[in-house]
């Protein structure tokens, strides 16, 4: 595990972060000469090839490189912080009801519309929130933490592993259920990274979001929310999982497995959707009542003991494959010191035979490379066809029935644990968060003729 | 239009290659002093860089790229091939009936197992379809011609040039129709490619494929090309379309568009699905039966004169988005000479805020930038959130409800006519080939609670 980075970093910087237990979002002091530069730990950038550089976001909010030398001087200013925003709200709470913590990380739920410019920003305002949905004060004892605040187009890698260190920092308190409050652009994959990253949850995770902002009539905020703290309240599972409008109408939210689930609409109450699996429950909110139509793979279970994985490498890469893509992208990407690829390819798992050669370049050079589907539906199946067969040669492994997203998180998770291309392979082929659905039936296939 | 490339190339090659009247799949003999190259002429692979290759299929099936220096004398030795197959063919045809020519590129369709290695080939057998389908002797007097034979992962642009040349060939000849049989991978880009390629089409272009090899007992062979044939003979519309199964049975086919078509599965026969579009027709084989279902966009008129426009720029990428990219893959497309980027961005046309610099300088560089939504269902609006005004405002061209797949092509084949920005820009706004609709209804997006 000697080669595994820290947050991206590696040599001197990784040593001297270790040393001072530095942690994303740390505030560091960083002298180097008479020059100082103060700001929060950012994950290290691909941008800034291998050179040692640290990446820390200034008060101004612009992210820089400083360079490192033997001679700089890094310190711990201040840990993170995580604020503490509605305990005790305005409302009284009844605390024999299961303990609920929601981590706002921003986005259209926690939004309202500027305006001055017409645009929505994420602005949190918690009392609101409460405001809007005081149905959840029947449901759950409720505390609210601000953990990030941006837009989730901006998430990476590395603030998957801050929200997972938060979740799993209340589970490991004791509480019942986590509710994170996350964009809607990219909350897919942060619950998929929330599935690998915390092992044997005792409760559950619930992602929620709203695809129209909260100050708007046709807001789906409310109705996603009262879900989300029911199924994180109440549910007999204890994954991670996104809640939202199961149809465009309310009457009942659907809870979608972390590892399976896609935003398949881009404006539509209805738009995560579960792929090559059926969503784990339907959820009447109105009802207070959890349905089960799908696969429990996790119980809850409040002895279990949560283990937090939530190292996540920056430098994997997630390519779709098309008619003119020519094998100079797959060259620079080796060339570059990226530490893995996962291909979106067609049909069965394939790529045109002209970048095959780069390809087996990639993985000789130790670079695991995994084959997805653009086709999203279905399983890879690489025997079929010569070309598959020749990229199997050429070393690549197989995703199976995997999401292409929910592969290159996979991806970077397990590089993040071993750069060891055997051990790779063998946890890239293990379902470990069902990520994998070994029985694929009939019915997962939507009806698209209505 | 005198930046234009010539399948890529630029300078003394274009010239020369233009002297000659060269075009793709033409046997080429090249010499360079004492050395002497013989092959097919293929489109410029990015892979060259922006050096003086000439890009030939040695007749060992490897393309090799030779290096033209004034003194490079460049032959055609060859007209390209397109083998007549099929006619006459050993059953007697019907000369009354409607005339349908069918190309042939390679696939399943036409392909059969290798029993050495278990793995499937392509290698036509134009009799044994014959056979196979009798039926169609009764829907159209029938020649086949074998353009091709590849498989669909290795089609690339300069090859659906020379598809859509044989396609406007027989439209020009006064063919009733034109069926391309087509590897299912890669057959909803042909299809849209096509879509562009010819204007004023006066017969439809219906490309067929098979997701079962054609020697297996569940093959869909059979049925698909009785359905495509029945639409190229009779359908009252002329568009570039896909006929495929429309559901699991043999009850219909579909008629897709082929600029809102998707390979939606790895392995079903329904695999083609429309995307934000209805189908434009169910189609009752063996009732010889077509039911307009959608909406009609081209009429089939016989006095029409189709139009060929059939450069497509090799030099246009497909980039997803995901969380950890870096901005430095949008830069090395800059540096490397690309002509266009279409973003496959999340939700309503995002991207991390942290690439819009790059992007910014892409369009600088005048490099047009066009936004397509990894949800594939639903419209760019880039208007609602701060994210998607920035990207407006560094030039991004949003691309409306096309599919990614399609608006890289569209792309691809607008840079074939102009590399001016305004141009590029009034192009991919305007609605050419089906690729926007701009009316989206509810029922478009399939139930996907079965």
């Known amino acids: 595990m000697g080669d595994v980075d820290y947050?991206?970093?590696?040599?001197?910087?990784?040593?001297?972060?270790?040393?001072?237990?530095?942690?994303?979002?740390?505030?560091?002091?960083?002298?180097?000469?008479?020059?100082?530069?103060?700001?929060?730990?950012?994950?290290?950038?691909?941008?800034?090839?291998?050179?040692?550089?640290?990446?820390?976001?200034?008060?101004?909010?612009?992210?820089?490189?400083?360079?490192?030398?033997?001679?700089?001087?890094?310190?711990?200013?201040?840990?993170?912080?995580?604020?503490?925003?509605?305990?005790?709200?305005?409302?009284s709470q009844n605390k024999s009801l299961p303990s609920i913590v929601m981590l706002s990380t921003g986005g259209t739920i926690v939004s309202k519309v500027d305006y001055e410019t017409g645009a929505v920003k994420p602005a949190l305002s918690t009392d609101e929130l409460l405001e809007w949905v005081p149905e959840i004060s029947e449901i759950a004892y409720l505390e609210v933490y601000e953990v990030l605040r941006i837009f989730s187009e901006d998430m990476t890698p590395g603030l998957w592993a801050r929200i997972a260190e938060e979740v799993y920092k209340y589970m490991t308190r004791g509480y019942d259920g986590v509710v994170v409050a996350h964009g809607t652009d990219t909350m897919g994959y942060t619950a998929a990274a929330l599935a690998f990253a915390i092992k044997n949850k005792p409760v559950p995770v619930v992602l929620v979001g709203a695809q129209r902002s909260s100050d708007r009539p046709s807001t789906d905020s409310a109705f996603n929310l009262k879900s989300a703290f029911l199924v994180a309240a109440k549910a007999p599972f204890a994954e991670s999982v996104i809640v939202m409008h199961g149809e465009t109408g309310d009457s009942y939210a659907l809870v979608h497995r972390g590892t399976k689930v896609r935003k398949m609409h881009t404006s539509r109450r209805d738009a995560f959707q579960s792929i090559n699996d059926l969503p784990i429950a339907k959820v009447f909110p109105n009802e207070k009542r959890i349905e089960i139509i799908g696969r429990i793979l996790f119980k809850r279970d409040r002895d279990l003991e949560p283990v937090l994985e939530n190292h996540f490498d920056e430098?994997?890469?997630?390519?779709?494959?098309?008619?003119?893509?020519?094998?100079?992208?797959?060259?620079?990407?080796?060339?570059?010191?990226?530490?893995?690829?996962?291909?979106?390819?067609?049909?069965?798992?394939?790529?045109?035979?002209?970048?095959?050669?780069?390809?087996?370049?990639?993985?000789?050079s130790g670079i695991p490379v995994v084959m997805t589907s653009q086709c999203l539906f279905g399983r890879i199946n690489m025997h079929v066809y010569s070309t598959g067969r020749?990229?199997?040669?050429?070393?690549?492994?197989?995703?199976?029935?995997?999401?292409?997203?929910?592969?290159?998180?996979?991806?970077?998770?397990?590089?993040?644990?071993?750069?060891?291309?055997?051990?790779?392979?063998?946890?890239?082929?293990?379902?470990?968060?069902?990520?994998?659905?070994?029985?694929?039936?009939?019915?997962?296939?939507p009806r698209w003729l209505q």
């Not at 996962?342 to 780069?358: A, D, M, Q, W, Y």
């Open 315 to 364: 430098k994997v890469i997630l390519i779709k494959t098309f008619p003119g893509i020519a094998s100079d992208i797959i060259d620079y990407v080796i060339d570059k010191g990226y530490h893995g690829i996962v291909l979106e390819g067609t049909g069965l798992g394939h790529t045109p035979n002209k970048l095959i050669p780069s390809i087996e370049r990639a993985v000789d």
């Open 390 to 445: 020749k990229l199997l040669a050429a070393g690549v492994i197989p995703g199976k029935d995997m999401l292409p997203e929910t592969a290159y998180i996979k991806l970077s998770w397990v590089l993040g644990k071993t750069r060891d291309l055997r051990e790779v392979r063998k946890l890239m082929l293990t379902n470990i968060a069902g990520e994998i659905n070994p029985r694929i039936t009939v019915n997962l296939y």
């Open 7 to 91: 947050f991206g970093y590696r040599g001197t910087v990784k040593e001297k972060l270790i040393s001072i237990n530095a942690k994303i979002g740390d505030r560091l002091r960083v002298r180097r000469g008479d020059r100082v530069f103060e700001g929060l730990l950012m994950p290290r950038e691909a941008l800034y090839g291998d050179k040692p550089y640290l990446v820390i976001k200034l008060d101004n909010g612009y992210n820089i490189g400083v360079y490192v030398t033997k001679d700089t001087v890094i310190e711990k200013v201040a840990e993170k912080k995580s604020l503490l925003l509605s305990r005790p709200s305005t409302r």
